[in-house]
């Protein structure tokens, strides 16, 4: 859990670009494509990403309405990063105007239950993360270079020298 929202600025800021380059690799021609029935789209799970942003935050009162709530997956992959992006950066602007390091520790109420803000936006970078996830096992289903986030990725060894390990 945060202290400051310093601090959630800075990883969020990471983790916003790791999802964008996530993002960049989804071709509009494989975005909605699903490598098994009970598996989402790789479309689906970005929007989802995207959509969680402004859900969350109209629920813990940041935002006056979820912008996102019931809008279909867009077309391309270029406009939910487009979305993804705009909401993203909306999120920290209006955590800087509406919360202080001081508000973290208390609770709203959020899914009918109480949470610590601080929590709140925990739970919103886990969540990103946890999909994200989904999203490259999906990718490498669907035969789409993954690339790396926290390290190199299997197919990017070979810039650094390294062979691939299986």
Not at 26 to 44: A, H, Q, T
Not at 101 to 107: F, K, T
Request: glycine fraction near 4%.
């Amino acid at each position: 859990m945060y202290r400051k929202l310093e601090d959630f600025f800075e990883d969020w800021k990471a983790d916003a670009e790791f999802t964008l380059k996530i993002f960049s690799k989804i071709s509009n021609e494989k975005i909605n494509e699903k490598p098994y029935e009970n598996i989402r789209s790789l479309g689906r799970l970005a929007w989802h990403i995207t959509q969680t942003i402004t859900e969350m935050l109209n629920k813990a009162g940041l935002f006056d309405e979820d912008h996102l709530d019931k809008k279909p997956i867009p077309d391309t992959s270029e406009e939910i990063s487009e979305t993804y992006k705009k909401y993203s950066e909306e999120l920290v602007e209006i955590l800087k105007e509406k919360w202080t390091d001081d508000d973290l520790p208390n609770d709203i109420e959020l899914y009918g239950r109480p949470f610590q803000r601080s929590k709140v936006l925990s739970m919103l970078l886990n969540h990103q993360i946890h999909h994200r996830g989904q999203m490259t096992i999906v990718m490498r289903l669907l035969n789409i270079d993954v690339p790396g986030i926290y390290g190199p990725s299997k197919e990017e060894w070979s810039k650094y020298g390294m062979e691939a390990q299986e």
